[in-house]
């Protein structure tokens, strides 16, 4: 099923334009590096606050002034990668590294989703252990996804 909705894909509109379109698709990948510059580098020094390792900052205030700038990297990246994906689906489908960073990515937002769930939208309730797992689930699936992309690029994508 994945298979042939890449096909479809690479088959598209989309797909063919993007295949054929050397700025189109240098452009979207700029877009990518720029969405996810903005969500490691506003996901870690909340990371680092919630694992206690920046004491001095209050936690309320960094997230709430990071947030939307983790949020917007997060929408860039998701469409960019779309876009990005589909000018080669299958060949991105063939590569272990792409299936590890989709991995990474997905555990790193059920990780965030479920902690925002457990312990309000602006982290109010005390829950130290569960922070402090998150937030090193959290650091660690991020900084993985940019080291997977970068694999991908010296791979040949």
């Known amino acids: 099923m994945l298979t042939d909705l890449a096909v479809w894909f690479a088959q598209s509109q989309a797909g063919t334009w993007l295949q054929a379109s050397a700025s189109a698709y240098t452009g979207a990948a700029a877009i990518h590096v720029l969405g ?14 919630r694992l206690e390792l920046w004491p001095s900052v209050r936690f309320g205030w960094t ?28 060949g991105y489908l063939g590569i272990w590294i792409f299936a590890g960073k989709m991995t990474f990515i997905l555990v790193g937002a ?15 309730k005390r829950g130290y252990l569960r922070r402090r797992f998150a937030g090193g689930l959290s650091v660690t699936c ?8 970068r694999m991908m690029t010296f791979s040949g994508f």
């Open 36 to 49: 996810l510059l903005l969500l490691v580098a506003s996901v870690v020094p909340v990371e680092v606050k």
């Open 63 to 90: 997230w709430r002034l990071l947030f939307p700038f983790a949020l917007t990297g997060l929408m860039l990246a998701v469409a960019s990668g779309v876009v990005l994906f589909a000018a080669q689906p299958q």
């Open 110 to 124: 059920l990780a965030a989703m479920a902690l925002q769930f457990a312990e309000g939208f602006w982290l109010q």
């Open 142 to 149: 991020w900084i993985s996804t940019l080291f997977a992309g």
